[in-house]
């Protein structure tokens, strides 16, 4: 059985976070993908967020008629950021069957040796990385715009051991179209009362936000 994982603050949920997963359970036969909604994201700290449980629901909402896809409140129970080594130690004693398979973008996946426990976040799952077509390793070289900081005096035998990752088994790259959706200008657009562009976000969700002046 393989399932997946997919976090994030979804705040709000888009295409963006949609058309990928669907993607890439289709590609690699996933039995589900587990939306994780987090309370306190590790990666975002300052930043306002909508209220976790609304949240919660845009992902429910969104997901209401989506085979294969659902949600799961664990990340929202914690009092502190969720980490994503000790979600997938949450899964591998809820799921002992499961072969677990962690869906990041390639721009998480670049930036993985920041992450709490990160080589234990590869033994754990394979991850699967959702790519944007033509991306390849030679992103990760140092001195690019998108490497890990290789002034970092960490950077370098972390960036290493990320390559190396990168060519083995643990990680599966998933080329998908560019989604021109950004969630900073949507909640622009929603914070004004007005509806998004169609097709960026499900309706129900808009009607949601709108009810309950998530964004304003």
């Known amino acids: 059985m393989k399932i997946g994982l997919f976090g994030g603050s979804f705040d709000p949920i888009h295409r963006g976070h949609l058309d990928p997963v669907r993607e890439a359970r289709r590609r690699l036969g996933l039995e589900r993908v587990i939306y994780l909604p987090t309370a306190i994201p590790p990666h975002k700290p300052g930043r306002r967020l909508a209220p976790p449980l609304a949240r919660y629901a845009m992902v429910e909402i969104a997901l209401l008629h989506e085979e294969g896809l659902e949600t799961s409140a664990y990340e929202l129970t914690l009092d502190r950021p969720a980490y994503t080594a000790e979600t997938l130690e949450h899964f591998q004693r809820l799921l002992p069957a499961a072969e677990l398979h962690l869906l990041i973008g390639s721009d998480s996946f670049r930036e993985l040796p920041h992450w709490v426990r990160w080589r234990e976040i590869a033994a754990a799952a394979r991850l699967v990385v959702l790519s944007r077509p033509g991306w390849d390793l030679a992103e990760l070289a140092p001195g690019t ?8 005096s960490r ?25 021109e959706v950004s969630s900073t200008r949507l909640r622009q657009i929603l914070a004004r009362g007005e509806r998004p562009p169609a097709g960026s976000m499900p309706d129900l969700v808009v009607d949601f936000v709108h009810k309950y002046n998530l964004y304003r």
Do not use: I
């Open 145 to 152: 715009a998108t490497a890990p900081d290789a002034g970092d």
């Open 155 to 179: 950077a370098r035998p972390e960036l290493a051991e990320l390559t190396a990752l990168a060519g083995s088994d643990r990680v599966l790259m998933v080329d998908r179209p560019a989604v």
